[in-house]
């Protein structure tokens, strides 16, 4: 292992990190991201093996930080300073631990049955709740829009809380031609529609959900066999004639699962 202290700004590894941080291009570029916190490093370490680096504050962690520092004792380890560590992590409450790690390549089932289509989320947390709702409901494949926010981020990460370590995450996609490439029944979820809950759901189906404040797009909701609603109670009053994209998405997938589950 590898030990340094670094405690200025000007260090090219730091200003490296800062990068990764901030910038979705320099994430790509390198293929590599930042993970904060014990829950998820330690969610990549049981599917991908170990980080490439661990950074670390002077002075106090958690002591679910140091015992996961001791565990990888043999990665090399980055000491900052804590005012330098606090421009890395992307919350205030940190436990103490950060990690640089390698992007995964998304390993695609042969055949898919139950997928989402995610258009246009520009909000990383949002994204990332959607992508841990699709890991839990046994979604197979999540395909991002050209338009949406980078699943790697690690505001999507910390959101996603290690679905995408889980769930294969396709990027960059073309929305409509996912949609007439997939040989089974596509539903967007919209303001307007058949309700969800007439849906046969058991066979091949692709889910979409678009962003959230313009919802699906035209072409995408021509595109789809079906466009879809949840039925809510109190339908006319303002405030409640729509969930989050979130919120939608979790109901839409829950459902699909039940049904298959009843299905045997």
């Known amino acids: 292992m590898a030990f340094k202290h ?44 170990e980080p490439r680096l661990l950074i670390i504050p ?98 999507a990460l910390r959101g996603g809380q290690g679905a995408q370590f889980v769930l294969p995450v396709v990027e960059g996609v073309d929305a409509v031609e996912v949609v007439h490439s997939f040989d089974g029944h596509t539903l967007a979820l919209t303001m307007q529609g058949e309700s969800l809950y007439e849906q046969a759901l058991r066979e091949r189906v692709l889910f979409a959900v678009g962003n959230e404040g313009a919802g699906i797009s035209a072409a995408l909701q021509s595109a789809v066999s079906t466009c879809i609603t949840i039925p809510m109670a109190h339908q006319g009053t303002l405030a409640l004639e729509s969930l989050n994209a979130a919120a939608a998405t979790a109901v839409a997938l829950f459902e699909c699962q039940r049904q298959r589950l009843l299905a045997g």
């Open 58 to 155: 002077e002075g106090h962690s958690t002591v679910e930080a140091t015992g996961l520092i001791q565990q990888l004792s043999d990665v090399d380890t980055m000491l900052l300073p804590t005012l330098m560590f606090a421009e890395l992590a992307p919350v205030a409450s940190s436990s103490g631990v950060m990690a640089l790690v390698d992007i995964p390549e998304p390993a695609l089932p042969e055949k898919v049955d139950f997928a989402l289509l995610i258009e246009d989320i520009q909000d990383p947390g949002n994204l990332g709740s959607i992508l841990r709702t699709a890991a839990a409901a046994g979604v197979q494949v999540a395909y991002l829009s050209k338009g949406c926010t980078d699943a790697w981020s690690p505001k």
């Open 6 to 49: 670094i405690t200025s700004r000007d260090n090219p590894v730091f200003k490296q990190l800062r990068k990764l941080l901030d910038q979705s291009r320099e994430r790509r570029k390198t293929a590599s991201t930042l993970l904060e916190g014990v829950h998820l490093i330690e969610a990549y370490c049981q599917t991908y093996g």
